[in-house]
């Protein structure tokens, strides 16, 4: 009977744990849920926010408010460096490529009630009730902005004319789906633990990627990069440009390696006159190099240098409004 027992036991529980393994992993491999609920566009974008709310912020003091942020935070309760979790952004050029549309799924802990009153005012009674919903239209800087508080945690924003892509947004919140199709061809190539990520397909037209020094380089039409940002005590940048062949990926890894060792040679002629260490630090630590037909970049932020940045924001955002 032990045997017999045991004979049977055991691959239960290794039939459980392969099971719990597969669902952590699928669930892992799966993209956020609120990048799955942006519609279709040309750059799709999300960051998690949740480790920042770990590190202690308070040296920097508390930030002086001013303006239209300070009475937001004044009538929601909503201050964004505290309750945002989550942001999930996608973007396209409108068909005569003369602005651009967004949509963004942001995600956090707040109130609704207040959020609600709040933008019940900007609408001025501008409603649309969709699905249980009610979706405010405010006009903003000569766009229709639309914003829908979904749940008790998550609010749309969109700033499309047609009122589909909204829909489309809360249609999306009553049944499970993949996402717009650049998360599903390319977040497999996201690294996993990514903080904050992009997925961007390149125009029909080349885009210029802007380097220190005021050089740049062009990228050929119809490449998709991925771009990824992770922390391991420094910030791991890496980019993935996914080209038309090999040999394109070799032309796009040269023209950047080519750049790059110019503006090294400026910065080595202006010796102690260059930028600051730590940005000469992360500017040496870039690596261009190719994979086939990926030319993949990567970088190292140095803690100091976030550190730095955070207290030129904090600063910045604690100035007096003019």
Request: glycine share 6%.
């Amino acid at each position: 009977m032990r045997k017999s027992f045991k004979s049977v036991i055991l691959p239960a529980l290794l039939g459980l744990a392969a099971g719990i393994g597969f669902f952590f992993y699928f669930r892992a491999s799966r993209p956020p849920e609120a990048a799955r609920l942006l519609p279709e566009g040309d750059f799709v974008f999300y960051a998690n926010l949740k480790p920042a709310h770990l590190f202690d912020l308070s040296k920097s003091g508390p930030v002086q408010l001013e303006g239209d942020y300070k009475d937001f935070v004044a009538q929601t309760g909503i201050q964004f460096e505290r309750d945002l979790e989550e942001v999930a952004m996608s973007r396209r050029d409108t068909p005569d490529h003369r602005d651009v549309e967004s949509s963004e799924i942001f995600v956090g802990r707040f109130d609704p009630v207040p959020l609600e009153n709040y933008l019940w005012k900007l609408a001025g009674g501008a409603l649309e009730k969709y699905r249980d919903h009610i979706i405010y239209s405010i006009s903003h800087e000569g766009h229709l902005v639309r914003v829908s508080v979904l749940d008790n945690q998550r609010v749309a924003v969109t700033n499309m004319a047609s009122p589909e892509p909204m829909h489309g947004i809360i249609d999306r919140t009553y049944k499970s789906t993949r996402g717009p199709w650049l998360l599903v061809a390319h977040y497999h190539d996201v690294p996993m633990t990514s903080l904050a990520w992009l997925i961007y397909r390149i125009p029909n037209q080349p885009d210029s990627v802007q380097l220190p020094g005021g050089f740049s380089f062009d990228l050929p039409p119809d490449t998709i990069a991925v771009g990824s940002l992770r922390y391991t005590g420094s910030l791991l940048f890496r980019a993935d440009v996914f080209a038309q062949s090999d040999a394109q990926a070799k032309q796009i890894a040269d023209s950047a390696n080519t750049h790059l060792a110019l503006v090294r040679s400026i910065g080595q002629t202006m010796g102690a006159r260059g930028p600051d260490q730590d940005i000469k630090t992360a500017f040496e630590s870039i690596h261009v190099e190719q994979k086939e037909n990926v030319a993949v970049f990567t970088a190292t932020i140095p803690q100091s240098l976030v550190k730095k940045i955070w207290s030129e924001v904090q600063t910045e955002g604690a100035a007096p409004a003019r």
